[in-house]
């Protein structure tokens, strides 16, 4: 599976942004993908995941606390896609992020994730 990310931007606080993940690879809806930043100096941590699809195609999704409410993740398979829609930005939002995938339930451990995208950098302005 090869990930690339893309979408990301300056901003001023309380704007939106909208990232993407594509990823290759014909059972990637077999994937869990999550999202993951890193701030400068500090530990890459976990953002949002959505699970594989599972019956009737429905996927679980799971956010950090503090993006909870303000990011939507969502995945379409026929595009090999997963979107991250991030509205009320903050600039402790600010950092790279990251798409991952993997083949688990351990949403918010990136030791679980496999396949990394590049990362897409997020500046959000005061």
Partial sequence: VQLQASGGGLVQAGGSLRLSCAASGS?????TVGWFRQAPAKEREF?????????FGLSSVTYADSVKGR???SRDNAKNTINLQM???KPEDTAVYFCAAGRTRRFGIKEEYDYWGQGTLVTVSS
Avoid: D, K, P, Q
């Fill in 27 to 31: 059972t990637f809806s077999s994937y």
């Fill in 47 to 55: 953002v949002s995941a959505v699970s594989e699809s599972g019956r």
């Fill in 71 to 73: 990011f939507t993740i």
């Fill in 87 to 89: 509205n009320s930005l």
